[in-house]
């Protein structure tokens, strides 16, 4: 039999069989490598999935507890006033671990930015909070605030305005005698903060108040009292006041010329630039009564603003409530109740304008027999406060640029006057720092685009000025 018999065929058969016998137990265990990797894989990864899922719900719960104890500090602002107030700029305020009702725990700091310039205190509100377990993160909120109206170093970025009821380079005089040269009516000069009281109906007011001093001037021995007890007429007790806090007369040499060259980043031509109305021309002089100032309407009852001798109204339901002018005077501006008008109400911001060229070159202010004007002075001159008027707000005036019948340098309270009838009176003549009175100036005013207004923030005295920012760190 050839090679190619059935029994050949036969062998080679069995022989291929014996050759492959022995790759069985290797595909079988690579198999069963395969499923191991692949089972502890699926086994970490739903661990990680674990992991990651707890390590974000703590994350979030770690966001939470930190924007709640950054609400809660914001709101509590006014009960770390004292200390707040005492940080210089670069301080920082710890206030150490503090515990939400959840029992989570948050670290507020508050740290003073600004600069040590004098202008408004700037403060960073940081709270970092962290989840109690291991795979979360830490959270760090942080808000910037302005501080609030009523500290040391704060007030107003109109340039050094609205620091106390009068700010004053010059001469004070409230020697206030009638032309018999006995002593008449009543005067209180006040740095004890009060609202224009028919403002209060309509709840326009903070009901916090923020007392200043009544004057603060370059030199306090520039002040002329200008009476004794001896002075007073029989019965009549002088009630002169002059009240304030922490004083009433507070004494500043940096009141300077320089002082009224620069309002925030207005210089004092721009600020006069803003005026809605020019009134008066250097060299003469006009008066102004209840009957020539009063509030004007369009065809439509809304407030006309165009009219120069419309300064607002302080009746809530009128239309011109929230009108409040900035209005220039040149030369001599007199403005009082006259003899005949109900009444002489103006608000507003009054520019005494100057003019160097001019002689002299100050503008003088008269306002008088029981006239009532809610808002700023600001300007180079001298102003006079006579028989009876009512002001509230806040003078800052240069009274080395003397008008051109002024008494005497300075603004000042006169009460002498030159009519026999009304004996020089001043009955009830009243300087009343308002914060309130500057707050609606400021707010509703051309200045509001350029001056920092910094009125409490809800619940505490801060303004929030951005809003939250925060960072993450994962443990």
């Not at 499923?35 to 990680?48: H, I, K, P, Q, R």
């Not at 407030?303 to 005077?329: E, L, M, R």
């Not at 102003?383 to 009512?390: C, P, T």
Request: aromatic residues 8%.
């Amino acid at each position: 039999m050839d090679g190619s018999g059935p029994h050949i065929f036969a062998e080679r058969v069995r022989s291929r069989l014996r050759e492959r016998k022995g790759m069985v137990l290797p595909v079988i265990i690579l198999g069963l490598v395969v499923m191991s990797t692949l089972t502890v894989a699926a086994v970490m990864t739903a661990g990680d999935e674990q992991k990651s899922s707890q390590a974000m719900r703590q994350s979030g719960e770690a966001f939470y507890v930190a924007e709640a104890g950054l609400q809660q500090t914001y709101s509590q602002w006014t009960t770390y006033a004292a200390k707040i107030d005492s940080l210089e700029p670069g301080d920082t305020l710890d206030l150490g671990e503090q515990t939400l009702s959840g029992n989570n725990t948050y670290h507020p700091l508050i740290i003073r930015l600004d600069n040590a310039g004098g202008g408004q205190p700037l403060y960073q509100l940081m709270v970092e909070s962290a989840s109690d377990g291991a795979f979360g993160g830490r959270k760090t909120l942080a808000y910037l605030l302005a501080s609030g109206p009523g500290g040391p170093d704060t007030g107003y970025l109109l340039g050094d305005c609205c620091d106390a009821a009068m700010m004053l380079k010059g001469d004070l005089d409230m020697s206030s005698r009638a032309p018999s040269g006995g002593w008449r009516g009543e005067i209180d000069l006040s740095g004890m903060d009060a609202h224009p009281a028919a403002w209060d109906s309509a709840d326009v007011c903070s009901d916090q108040l923020y007392d200043k001093p009544a004057v603060i001037m370059t030199d306090s021995t520039a002040t002329n009292i200008g009476w004794t007890s001896s002075d007073c007429d029989p019965g009549n007790t002088c009630p002169i006041t002059i009240e304030g806090d922490p004083i009433g007369i507070s004494q500043d040499a940096e009141l300077i010329d320089n002082t009224f060259d620069q309002f925030g980043d207005l210089t004092w031509e721009d600020l006069k630039d803003l005026a809605d109305h020019t009134i008066g021309t250097f060299g003469t002089q006009i008066k102004l009564h209840g009957d020539d100032i009063y509030p004007r309407y369009n065809g439509d009852g809304t407030c006309d603003t165009s009219h120069p001798y419309n300064w607002g109204s302080d009746d809530p339901a009128d239309a011109c409530f929230n009108y409040f002018p900035i209005i220039k005077v040149r030369g001599e501006v007199e403005f009082n109740k006259g003899w005949n008008p109900e009444r002489a109400y103006g608000q507003g911001l009054i520019v005494m304008d100057w003019d160097d060229t001019q002689d002299p070159p100050g503008t003088e202010l008269e306002l008088g027999r029981e006239g009532e004007f809610n808002g700023i002075v600001l300007g180079r001159g001298c102003v006079e406060i006579q028989k009876g008027f009512q002001f509230h707000g806040a003078l800052m005036v240069n009274g080395t640029y003397d008008g051109i019948s002024c008494d005497a340098q300075g603004a000042f309270i006169d009460c002498r006057g030159n009519d026999s009838s009304s004996g020089g009176m001043c009955d009830n003549t009243t300087i009343q720092w308002s914060q309130c009175a500057v707050d609606r100036v400021l707010s509703n005013s051309k200045l509001e685009d350029y001056v920092e207004i910094m009125n409490p923030g809800d619940g505490g005295g801060a303004r929030l000025l951005v809003s939250r920012s925060f960072t993450e760190v994962f443990q």
